[in-house]
């Protein structure tokens, strides 16, 4: 029989005493518990047990057959007193402790249980509440063999990174439970390289959280079951065609003679010119927030796909969908990338949203709207009580520059996208500063509410079928899961979550008690 001393764990027992019975157990389970300071007797139970199975052997070759493993008699009180020796006249002292007591094993019996934990090994299924989302079946020849499972266990894992105490199949991976030791950003620097060194680039670890117990687990799976889709259609193409729509949304937007009547654009396309420089300056915000996101991930080493422009006819666009096509090192990458775009998206539309309040129109004339359009933005209405004071009446019409109501178009595409939802910037910026469960409880509270302000406004009800049916998630895992992002970084995400909701949110303030009635 051979015996690996790592999966063995004592469950009891029992010292010879004065009286009594006398019981050595040696069960092999998957669970391991930390060393005890037991170490002495330890290694006698072992010396025993191994001393008993050569001695069972030479009986079977002689004919004789080892004592049936259910036969329990009491020991000889005789036997109690006498110490356990495993030096002297080791057949004796083995066949003295023995005698009378229990059988540990049978050969035959402890054969089909060794072959059944192999076959149970190799026949993996999925784990129950695995963290890692969206398992695929896979082929028998990508599963980790059972032996490499014993390498990681023994000699990658260890008790200064991540003490192993039981583990769960995971399709072709395997799933660690267990403690780990120090932060985990120093264990998964360790345990990657004591991998690379024992297999090269072959497998792909992840530290996660367990949703079932927020307990870290380990889960090593083959890189080559990590390979990302392919699409039918080339990226680059379907962008495209997606960015030429969006095109014409954003023209169609700024040129209110055809917005009551979308297919008389067809007919009249020589007045989507006039369109022109409002959607240059929309345009102008989204590219800029999707410049950030570029420049922050070429940094991290992120890498990203063509971005999706998705075409709006109520407000030009609603961003656009990019897609993360490597796997993320860990949240504060993620943070960082996720935040970057809508940042560099607000400031520009800030600083344009502040020129258009403090410019007069160049024709003089501008735009004519009415001063409640300003109660539809707690941010634009703040900034206009500010600037325009008393000029600022309920129910008065109030010229404006064009140049206002295009930035204020960008910072609201901005803060859509910062709603914590999904795989959109403000879900990504939730689940990096909160964590998966957290930020899967937010973006369900936020879809629920957008649900509802569907009822009421037609832009809410567009956007929240984008998400559910496109960006509602789950994010795919990160390497490493379980360290928080630095505070700085945190702080710049909650902005990014505040600026959202205060460009989303009404102005709830009459701008003055003076109404004009006409």
Known sequence: ??????????????????????????????????????????????????????????????????????????????LDSQPLAVDKDKDQSVH??????DNMVNNDNQETEAQGDVQDSENFVVASGSPLPGPQVLDESVRIPKETIDILKDQVFGFDTFFVTNQEPYEGGVLFKGNLRGKAAKSYEKITKRMQDKFGDEYKLFLLINPEDDKPVAVVVPRNTLQPETTAVPEWFAAGAFGLVTVFTLLLRNVPELQSNLLSAFDNLILLKDGLPGALVT???????????????????IKLGVPYFVPSWQIGSFGAITRIL????????????????????????????????????????????????????????????????DVLKEGAPISVNPLLLWAWA??????????????????????????????????????????????????????????????????APLSEEISDPDDKFVAIGVVVLLLGLLVCLPYPFPFTNDTVSF
Not at 96 to 101: C, Q, T
């Open 1 to 78: 029989m051979r015996c690996r001393f790592s999966n063995l764990q004592v469950h009891q027992v029992s010292r010879l005493g004065s009286r009594g019975r006398s019981r050595v157990v040696c069960g092999v389970t998957e669970t391991e518990k930390e060393p005890e300071n037991n170490n002495d007797d330890f290694s006698s139970i072992i010396d025993v047990a191994i001393i008993w199975m050569s001695h069972g052997e030479k009986a079977h070759e002689d004919g004789g057959m080892p004592p049936s493993a259910d036969s329990t008699v009491q020991n000889d009180p005789q």
């Open 283 to 301: 345009a102008l915000v989204l590219g800029t927030h999707e410049i950030g996101h570029i420049l922050v991930a070429r940094s991290t080493g």
């Open 410 to 475: 960008g910072l609201l595409i901005n803060a859509i996208n910062s709603i914590p939802a999904g795989e959109v910037d403000g879900g990504r910026i939730s689940f990096a500063i909160w964590g998966r469960k957290a930020s899967a409880r937010l973006s369900a509270a936020s879809i629920a509410l957008l649900g509802i302000s569907s009822l009421f406004n037609d832009v809410a009800f567009y956007w929240v079928v984008l998400i559910f049916f496109l960006q509602r998630g789950p994010i």
């Open 326 to 389: 490597n796997i993320v090192p860990n949240r504060e990458d993620l943070l960082k990338v996720a935040a970057a775009g809508p940042i560099a998206g607000f400031s520009l539309g800030l600083v344009l949203l502040l020129l258009g309040f403090l410019l007069p129109p160049s024709d003089g004339i501008g735009v004519i709207v009415d001063a409640s359009v300003f109660h539809e933005s707690l941010l634009a209405g703040g900034i206009a009580k500010l600037l325009l004071g």
């Open 96 to 101: 003295n402790v023995m005698l009378n007591g």
